[in-house]
């Protein structure tokens, strides 16, 4: 429920999405809670619930992954994401 | 529970570093209770045996922070009823609700029934069903801490922005701050400090936690998830009780912030106001610990569009959700565990999510346990 999970941003689209992949899988999520913080391609975010909370760094965003993989979270984090379903 | 050993983790000199600590400052006389706030943190703490590596006079109480396992039952129930009434409504929910049982089932089993019941992944997955379905109506079951508020928040802004008038939002947000006074207040309760939650101080910030360190004298060490960050939010708490401090401190520095997200608490607000009153499982009415729909957004709010027949549930006499809430019960010390209620055949919502207190015990020390 809390699950945030760690993407990249690669590309900024219209309506505050953004094109993010996490771990190989593409998905659009809503940007408008980071709007206040620049957001650029290549930027890390944590996604929670299709929505991006926070601009992290490319170092906790591994170890973020890395913890998700430790507590066998990370085949939910990636149906999570594939699971989004809105344009 | 498999035994853990401090070389398999990443990291091992420091977490042998920081446990060292911990038990040089220490005293044999001493006794913490320290409660997690979070149910991601019970996870952890479990998952890693963080318990098996402190000295044996630090105890972990499980606190509230598990947001399907805090609904007062019958409020899954009343949002069912709706659905299950009126054959064009479509019921959304986070996949944790769906098997939260009810008075006459879970989502998953009105769904068996015939209801339009519906798992998502978002609330914008709920407002994308209603805008590809218009002649239905699609009610979103939110639920969730000052974490997932905002998201709800912004999608209810964009049905008003689309005027999309067949989405509805049955909320069940709720605060953080207020069920933790609230666990203070309870009588015959010690807790010396809080662990408190990683993802929802993203977005609160540190500020909320101050009457809980200012008026309650409780230390509050805002934490991240690895096994690191844990024990070392463990010595900071320790510290500061030592010294007889009790001041809010942010270990998981490298995401939350000490405001918080400015943006996202402001978007929260302006779509939602705290309710008087909200009944917790097990902890009863607590107020102004829930959010509602402001009036002005009235269209979009299901409890104002739907006739909601109030749904009282009696909880199983047997079950003792309540006591395990509070701290005042460990999960394998309710009547009920691992016999009646399982992961599988789950009695309270504390055994339905993977973040409940019950599920995180029964998962992880159920081969070990003498049930």
Redesign the interface.
């Known amino acids: 429920?809390?699950?945030?999970i760690p993407g990249k941003i690669i590309e900024l689209l219209d309506d505050n999405l953004a094109m993010i992949d996490v771990s190989g899988v593409r998905r659009k999520v809503?940007i408008?809670?980071?709007?206040?913080e620049n957001v650029n391609v290549n930027d890390w975010v944590?996604i929670?619930?299709?929505?991006a909370?926070?601009k992290?760094?490319e170092e906790?965003a591994k170890?973020q992954l890395?913890?998700l993989a430790?507590?066998g979270e990370e085949q939910e984090a990636l149906a999570?994401?594939k699971?989004?379903?809105?344009? | 529970m498999k035994m853990r050993f401090v070389d398999e983790f990443r990291n091992p000199e420091l977490i042998r570093k920081t446990l060292d600590e911990i038990e040089r400052i220490i005293e044999p006389n001493d006794h913490f209770r320290i409660m997690e706030a979070c149910g991601g943190h019970t996870y952890s703490i479990f998952h890693f045996g963080l318990q098996e590596l402190l000295p044996k006079n630090i105890e972990f109480i499980h606190g509230p922070g598990c947001p399907v396992c805090v609904l007062p039952p019958g409020r899954v129930d009343e949002g069912l009823e709706i659905a299950s009434k009126n054959s064009d409504v479509i019921f959304t929910a986070f996949g944790d609700v769906m098997r939260v049982p009810g008075k006459k089932g879970s989502p998953l089993n009105y769904k068996a029934m015939g209801t339009d019941v519906r798992m998502i992944y978002s609330p914008l997955d709920a407002l994308n069903i209603a805008m590809k379905n218009p002649d239905k109506k699609v009610i979103l079951f939110a639920i969730g801490f000052e974490t997932t508020a905002p998201s709800t928040a912004i999608t209810v802004l964009k049905a008003k922005e689309m005027d999309i008038d067949n989405f509805f939002v049955y909320s069940n947000h709720v605060k953080i701050v207020p069920v933790l006074k609230s666990i203070l207040d309870q009588p015959n309760m010690r807790i010396d400090g809080f662990i408190g939650p990683g993802h929802a101080s993203v977005i609160i910030g540190a500020h909320p936690y101050e009457i809980i360190a200012k008026e309650y004298k409780k230390p509050v060490v805002i934490s991240g998830f690895e096994p690191l960050d844990l024990l070392q939010s463990i010595l900071m708490l320790i510290k500061q009780l030592k010294n007889g401090e009790s001041k809010v401190e942010i270990q998981y520095k490298r995401v939350v912030m000490e405001e918080g997200n400015v943006s996202a608490l402001e978007i929260m607000n302006q779509v939602f106001e705290d309710r008087p009153a909200f009944e917790w499982r097990g902890l009863g009415a607590i107020q102004n610990s829930a959010l509602k729909l402001r009036p002005e957004f009235a269209k979009w709010d299901a409890e104002v569009q739907f006739n909601v027949e109030k749904i009282t549930i009696e909880e199983n006499k047997d079950a003792q959700c309540g006591e395990v809430l509070k701290g005042m019960l460990k999960p394998n010390q309710c009547k009920l565990f691992g016999k009646v209620c399982t992961p599988d055949n789950p009695v309270g919502a504390l055994m339905v999510s993977s973040e409940g207190a019950c599920a995180t015990y029964y998962n992880h020390l159920y081969s070990t346990m003498s049930l």
């Open positions: 429920m809390c699950l945030a809503n408008s809670l980071i709007k206040h944590l929670h619930v299709g929505f909370m926070n992290i760094s906790q170890e890395q913890l430790e507590i999570e994401v699971g989004y379903q809105f344009e």
